[in-house]
């Protein structure tokens, strides 16, 4: 009798000890909630409302200069079956494809080059170390605005120095064959430092056991480079290059102010395409569905290269 006596008292004083435990952590979750509607319902009203709006409206003709065409559902298809059909969206994609090729493989080649270099010990680079990250921090129109100055060839101190050397130079941004690299040199020279930033902080965590490992076993700078730090970075510069392949799609402020999609149609990437679609002549379905496929091709995009190159890690 004394023993079950003694079992009751103790399982109702574990019943007292828990149950404010539990209300404790009820309550913690209730607040957590009340705290996170607020940016949820923001997230959705910012984000997901206006995507829900593209997708809406790429089923429809719309065009401010048609009353009636915003509600037209008629054939929700057809804008989809003229982007199919329509050679400069080809055209475009395939610019789109050049440009984020060459910027995102620069931008992580500098990137990784400079991080490198800044992860050494010395007083000097974690002095000027700040100065890398200038580009990246200025406002994408001045970034632009200064390179416009740099490709005008009457005021270009680069430029000037050819001229005086004796080798004059034509303006990158109206030659066919320059155009579409002036934008490129520009875009590397804005977000390599992003790059950078990320593979420094990566190389600052990197494990020293099996850096140590490779000096015993007897690895020169390079091997230990190839074989040991850069599979360990490979996650990061994963993200790195995920992160720019993305921007990539939204270079439009260079565009906008350095070639405005020419000369010809050399620098007529998609979003401009559509941009010109949407603001100059008014097919603003016809713009809306090009942009539902750049959002969906570069889910699909990221999607593969992850499924790709894969995120884990082995080096032994």
Do not use: C
């Amino acid at each position: 009798m004394a023993d079950r006596n003694d079992t009751r008292a103790s399982t109702d004083l574990q019943q007292l000890v828990l149950a404010p435990a539990h209300g404790w952590e009820n309550q913690r979750r209730r607040e957590f909630m009340y705290g996170l509607w607020p940016a949820l319902i923001v997230l959705v009203v910012v984000t997901l409302l206006p995507t829900i709006y593209l997708f809406v409206t790429s089923l429809t003709p719309l065009n401010p200069t048609l009353p009636g065409s915003e509600t037209d559902f008629s054939d929700p298809l057809q804008n989809y079956v003229a982007l199919i059909q329509d050679g400069r969206v080809q055209e475009s994609v395939w610019i789109q494809v050049q440009l984020s090729f060459w910027t995102v493989g620069f931008q992580l080649l500098a990137g990784l080059a400079v991080a490198v270099l800044l992860n050494s010990r010395s007083r000097f680079l974690e002095a000027v170390r700040t100065m890398f990250l200038i580009p990246m921090v200025l406002p994408p129109i001045v970034v632009a605005i200064i390179w416009k100055v740099l490709y005008t060839p009457d005021i270009s101190p680069f430029h000037l120095f050819l001229n005086a050397i004796g080798h004059p130079m034509g303006a990158m941004i109206t030659s066919p064959d320059y155009a579409l690299w002036s934008i490129i040199i520009a875009d590397v020279w804005e977000w390599f430092p992003f790059t950078m930033l990320m593979l420094l902080a990566a190389l600052q965590m990197l494990p020293e056991e099996p850096l140590e490992a490779a000096l015993i076993d007897g690895a020169g700078a390079w091997q230990k480079f190839m074989y040991v730090v850069l599979p360990l970075l490979r996650p990061a510069i994963l993200v790195a290059g995920l992160f720019r392949l993305i921007d990539s799609m939204k270079a439009f402020p260079l565009i906008y102010i350095l070639t405005q999609g020419g000369p010809g149609s050399v620098t007529n990437v998609t979003n401009w395409y559509s941009f010109m679609q949407a603001f100059n002549f008014s097919y603003l379905g016809f713009a809306s569905a090009i942009t539902v496929v750049m959002v969906l091709a570069t889910f699909l995009l990221a999607w593969l290269i992850i499924r790709t190159v894969g995120m884990e890690v082995d080096v032994e």
